[in-house]
């Protein structure tokens, strides 16, 4: 109102700021702003040079050969050159005013790496002149064809981030200057083990690695890491031999390798200190594994994602805070942890495990039963399995096509040990099984527990099973009820009308029907 360019007059270091938390589309309309934002859009030390944004999608590995073929050609040439004149002139322009670059992500295609690489190369030089502290780099190329880095590269003596991608790296410089690396980022990168050990022992202050589908990596040895808190390790299938790590303060550590069926070497005994665990698919034979979980006595969270191999698993810890178990295939578990606050565990096996398990916090279970006959057996595993809790906060029954229902209540009564079911706070019902099961399913998940609220989710569009259910549920007649009345142990219409007129006085059932995820609807607050 009092005709001020306010605007105008901000600081650059606040007009960097804004610029900031906007995304490069949004940096670059700012110029027009004022002249002297159009300066400091021109000065910002945050550069996204993205050749998605120019060819309007981003292109992967088996696609990219059609890139430079048919009518997309001509189309595609012209942008790619607007991208390189447009990325070439920024970084010569910071170059050539001696400005630092915070910030470089270079994303850029190369149907013919051999031709391209030079310019790459240069990009890279300009932005390691300029000293540049975070470097993104994705290029993506022939899948057999990969971008080798330049020996420029190495000599990044201001480098604190650093993301490589879809790149190969042969073999590293006798000198490598990443003197203040704190953050190393390998992605679909073509580098061996020998390779990651050279880099790895030449980044002195390095705090975080993070190692996702790297081809030809035979093994991975960490052994001059002394400031290493945080390493994410996701392997793709090959021949990988083994894992050695001495990371003396490593504080989390996670590793995933899909693709192997034989055992493997795992030695992270340099690694006294981790606080957080997770292994997914670790092929480690079951005794191994249990010396592997004994040199963490430190360990507060721990999760173990279809390690198949191990059958039996014991976990003793008075420092262990959250423990979460899925699809593996125990078949015994025995756990003593006085101070866990959590605990998940998660099935896609047929077996219940025999379990002794002292872990005073709520429970999650999840339990889905592929092809296998859920019998009466089945049923009184999963009620001896949840009274080890004194409370089970979420209970998952995932009830695929091919279950055969074969629960029989007389049976049931003489083998229980116990007549009550288990209290549940939220029962989920996951059904895709034939009418036929319905009662079945029912009867014995009724026998098993009772809980607060029931949800359903329908996963097929030629299930019945909710309207089944919800006639079931209208309709509590137990005359017609054949159930012993001198039994301590009811049918499922009994253990119904226990959950709605005395768990819950006044409040009832709630029962939820979700149709395939979509949506959901309400049967009644009170049934």
Not at 274 to 283: C, E, F, P, R
Request: net charge positive.
């Amino acid at each position: 109102m009092d005709g001020v360019d306010r605007i105008s007059e901000l600081p650059p270091f606040i007009v960097h700021l804004i610029m900031s938390y906007l995304s490069p589309k949004e940096v670059a309309q700012t110029s027009v702003l004022s002249k002297s934002w159009n300066q400091l859009w021109s000065s910002f030390p945050i550069v996204n040079l993205d050749e998605s944004y120019f060819t309007g999608r981003p292109f992967n590995e088996s696609s990219i050969s059609l890139v430079s073929q048919g009518k997309s050609k001509k189309k595609f040439l012209g942008n790619q050159k607007k991208f390189i004149n447009l990325g070439y002139a920024f970084l010569t322009r910071f170059y050539k005013s001696k400005l630092c670059i915070q910030k470089l992500r270079l994303y850029i295609q190369l149907p013919n790496v051999k031709k391209s690489s030079p310019l790459v190369d240069k990009w890279i030089e300009l932005a390691i002149s300029n000293g540049v502290r975070e470097l993104d780099l994705e290029i993506v190329s022939d899948i057999n064809t990969k971008y080798a880095l330049p020996p420029a590269m190495f000599s990044a003596k201001f480098l604190t981030s650093l993301i490589l991608s879809g790149c190969k790296l042969e073999q590293c410089p006798d000198s490598i200057s990443f003197h203040s690396l704190k953050e190393l980022t390998l992605k679909k990168l073509c580098i061996r083990g020998k390779m990651l050990q050279k880099l790895t022992s030449e980044c002195p202050v390095l705090e975080g690695l993070f190692i996702y589908d790297c081809r030809d990596l035979n093994y991975l040895c960490i052994s001059k890491a002394l400031k290493l808190k945080i390493m994410r390790v996701a392997l793709a299938p090959g021949d990988f031999e083994r894992v050695k790590i001495i990371a003396p303060i490593l504080q989390q550590f996670s590793f995933s390798y899909n693709g192997r069926t034989t055992p493997f070497v795992v030695d992270m005994v340099g690694c006294p200190r981790l606080h957080k665990l997770m292994l997914s698919d670790a092929i480690l034979k079951e005794q191994e594994f249990q010396r592997f979980l004994s040199n963490f006595p430190l360990l507060e969270d721990l999760s173990l994602f279809y390690c198949e191999h191990v059958k039996g698993l014991t976990v003793s810890s008075s420092h262990l805070r959250n423990l979460e178990l899925r699809g593996s295939d125990f078949k015994a578990i025995d756990i003593d942890t006085p101070n866990l606050l959590s605990f998940s565990y998660s099935s896609w096996n047929h077996f219940i495990p025999t379990a002794l398990i002292n872990a005073p916090c709520a429970w999650n279970v999840s339990v889905s039963i592929r092809e296998d006959d859920m019998d009466t057996r089945w049923y009184l595993d999963l009620k001896q399995f949840l009274g080890e809790s004194n409370q089970i906060e979420e209970l998952l029954l995932n009830v695929c096509p091919g279950n055969k229902i074969s629960f029989n209540l007389d049976e049931f009564r003489i083998m229980s040990t116990s007549f009550a079911p288990r209290e549940v706070e939220n029962l989920y019902l996951a059904v895709d099984t034939a009418p036929s099961n319905y009662g079945g399913l029912l009867n014995g998940v009724l026998s098993v527990c009772f809980s607060k609220t029931v949800s359903v989710r329908i996963l097929s569009e030629q299930s019945r099973f909710c309207e089944w259910l919800y006639d079931q549920l209208r309709n509590r007649d137990l005359v017609s009820c054949c159930c012993c009345s001198c039994s301590e142990m009811k049918c499922w219409r009994h253990l119904l009308e226990y959950a709605l007129n005395q768990l819950v006085p006044g409040l009832g059932l709630s029962v939820w029907v979700y149709f395939s995820g979509l949506f959901r609807i309400c049967l009644g607050s009170t049934i």
